[in-house]
């Protein structure tokens, strides 16, 4: 049986390899987990994958099957493959906990370790983490606009594999979603799952009034009839009308009872079945929508005045079709040299690529009186921020823009905690329920220009002055290297 | 343990316990699967995920877990978890195989079984086609533009999920591909595994040559130096002439040998380099190149002279950036009433979304004497072609655009093989080397036309007489729901 720790680009074994016969390996580092651009044009990211992140680093360990894989592509030694058999992880790791919303340049996560445990985890680490925080900020976007009506993720057929249907399925509930379709995501995260029919439910009777029948006969208490497979209006909606009306009549109307519409224009469609609804007196009656549904579809839509409180969204949001990747990187950033901690940063020609050097961490800065967030401060590890006193704010990109946040206005938390230390877990997981209120609340501290879909604020993201210094004086001596 | 049973939309399995209820599940049907659109605005699709969907089908079933799950959702009732116990596919999928190019509208695979089967592979299963199917187009639209270059898959890292960066290495392979970093999916599908060095190797040595060394000292025979840590022309290329030297004098310089670029102007770098390697008496050194490669900007880094002969592609193939998802659908296309096999269709106000009624394969017919491709024909199963008469192509979207074709010239290929009969497979699988070989063939078949990545020539795709008849008849007898 082959496991995870092959899930990872070739070139992190070789370099292990190579460290190990360099006599390199176990020099301990530091790498930072960072991104420069803020997915789908927006002004954020949810953090999500950590949990997973966390089984994955906890169980990695090379199999017998794995080593004689290795073995047979002809790179690798019997002596390292032998030394690769007792590899686990023994380092620290450092995170924003899930539901964390976060900002470009800012540490998301920091991992302290032998040099050749960071290369191991690294590819799989950051797909993780790439993969799951992209679908959790998409599912928001969804969330932000789609105001308190009910959200349910409907992708899995168009997922890029089954982890993308799993995994994506989870994220988008730590996006704000109420529920999916996929019942393995329902199984193995305790998520609601959702669903009622298709067309060939429909298309299974003689008509759709039959269809419809059977269907409140079988699930009276789950009663979402499918409107659309003739004509929505002409014939979709009296049908659900007249079982509707059998059922009242019966005493068996649950409390939620509707229709869901698959093609067509939502907007007037939603309208009109309203109204006809409204009229047939079951002004209550669920309007759910689906068919390539995205937060911009249904900001329009909403926009029109259309009358849906339920909202299924697939493809869009599963594949984050406008932007289907976060460019999440992993970069050394330190490292022990004869015991003696030697920041490090990767040159670019491109200034804005440059990274952050040192063992860092980020403070958030809260209005005390609104709660909502005012900035966030890259800091090294250990410095602090006295709440009583005056706090200047001023970015190296702009320092003309400087404010000052007066002394007892704000608090300040740190946001990277301890996940694990010496190779331990040391943090309590949070269950699903919790990390998406934590999610909520995390959305709640920012003021709603973040989180305009298009062109919004940006937040300020800063260097402490300490980091500033260093980041020159490391920038300076790399720059030897080219001359 | 959770099986991929429950890796299905909640309403298959909703639908399929009020069918069992209704005494309506056990109905023998057809489904076919097709897509409307090529992706990337493309010419064609590369088909791809067959042997994954067979060891799909091949293994369902429901475990202990699986139906304790289903239990516990409160939708299901003990007499229907009994009998998804022994449930098992018992029908018949025909298939086209991978590798096989693909159009839109015809049938790519036809599941004839028990409805409450069909519903039940229906998610799963289109979620593998839509998928690998859209990662091996995409990785033959790279192929398409690099020649006989060496095409390496890197996109582990931005991949969403496990079986996305697995998965989506298998397919890669199948659209041309030569090798992946991913080890595992190396590991699993016995696929070249690629890879040399990252940035953090050389931040791991006092200096690039020292790094470039210590490798080439560790890997003599897998000698790619990654050359723009610091200043690619300034010294990473002098840097690596250094070792190319020292290992020509040694004797020890292997056949192939060269350099990576990963960031800067790779048209401008590459040829620079060349002519620094070739000055230095190594023109044959190889020069591959990364950073966010697909399709168009390797066809305009060769249009601009570029001197790169190996190209690893990452994020915009693994996700395939442009265009992420396939929008295969999975339609009832008949069913038995009574014994009777009743074509159905699914009627839209969109008429290009009316699917085409029956049990039907695809007939393909290729020039004699070139071998070219000249057009595919969607037949019922049975109809056959006499390829000594003149056959008349007349497509019903433009009946005015007729031609016929010799009799004599041509030859007819059934498209759709069998892979299960009554549950059982039937179906040679072929190994990956054999599907790239007949990939490779299949591809060579189209006209440069049909290639090319933008407004491509469209290939004819017609109904034949019979299945246009019936077409009509059924959609008449359909729209009588309408009145």
Same sequence: chains 1, 2.
């Avoid at 168009?158 to 249907?165: I, Y």
């Avoid at 926009?303 to 969204?313: E, H, K, P, R």
Wanted: proline content about 4%.
């Amino acid at each position: 049986m082959y496991t995870k720790a092959l899930l990872t680009d070739l070139y992190q074994l070789t370099m292990m390899q190579g460290l190990f016969f360099e006599g390199k390996h176990e020099q301990q580092c530091v790498f930072d987990r960072y991104y420069r651009t803020n997915p789908f044009q927006g002004g954020y990211t949810v953090v999500a994958g950590l949990e997973h992140l966390i089984d994955y680093v906890h169980n990695i360990h090379f199999s017998e099957d794995d080593l004689a894989y290795l073995k047979s592509t002809g790179f690798f030694q019997d002596e390292f493959l032998e030394y690769l058999k007792d590899l686990r992880f023994t380092g620290d790791i450092y995170a924003m906990p899930e539901g964390t919303v976060a900002f470009p340049q800012e540490v998301l996560l920091r991992v302290q370790t032998k040099k050749d445990e960071a290369l191991l985890l690294e590819t799989c680490m950051s797909m993780i983490m790439n993969h799951e925080s992209l679908i959790a900020t998409k599912a928001r976007r969804v969330r932000t606009v789609a105001g308190k009506d009910n959200l349910m993720e409907f992708g899995l057929r168009r997922a890029q594999g089954k982890s993308a249907g799993v995994y994506g399925a989870r994220s988008a509930m730590i996006g704000g979603f109420n529920g999916t379709s996929n019942v393995l995501a329902g199984a193995k995260f305790g998520m609601p799952v959702l669903g009622t029919m298709a067309h060939s439910w429909i298309m299974s009777f003689s008509s759709e009034l039959e269809a419809f029948r059977a269907y409140a006969r079988q699930y009276p208490n789950n009663l979402i009839l499918l409107a659309d497979t003739y004509n929505t209006l002409k014939q979709g909606v009296p049908d659900a009308i007249t079982i509707f009306k059998e059922m009242k009549a019966a005493g068996t109307l649950p409390k939620a009872y509707g229709i869901r519409l698959d093609s067509g224009d939502l907007a007037y469609l939603s309208k009109e079945a309203h109204k006809m609804f409204a009229e047939a007196g079951f002004p209550d009656a669920i309007i759910a929508a689906s068919n390539d549904l995205d937060e911009n579809l249904i900001s329009e839509l909403k926009a029109q005045g259309c009358v849906i409180n339920s909202w299924g969204v697939g493809t869009n949001l599963i594949t984050a079709k406008d932007s289907p990747s976060l460019g999440g990187v992993f970069k050394l950033v330190g490292q022990y040299d004869d015991g003696k901690f030697v920041p490090k940063i990767k040159m670019s020609d491109n200034v804005e690529k440059i990274s952050n050097p040192g063992l860092k961490n980020v403070l958030r800065i809260y209005d005390k009186e609104t709660g909502k967030m005012k900035a966030d401060i890259i800091i090294l590890e250990g410095e602090s921020i006295d709440e009583s006193k005056d706090l200047l704010l001023q970015s190296d990109k702009a320092p003309w823009r400087s404010r000052t946040i007066p002394g007892g206005t704000y608090r300040v938390q740190k946001m990277l905690i301890p996940i694990f230390q010496k190779g331990e877990l040391v943090y309590q997981k949070p269950d699903l329920k919790e990390i998406m209120a934590y999610a909520d609340q995390q959305i709640q501290t920012l003021w709603p220009e973040y989180l305009r879909l298009v062109n919004p604020e940006e937040m300020w993201v800063q260097r402490s002055t300490k980091l500033s210094a260093l980041r020159d004086k490391v920038l300076k001596e790399e720059s030897a290297h080219f001359f």
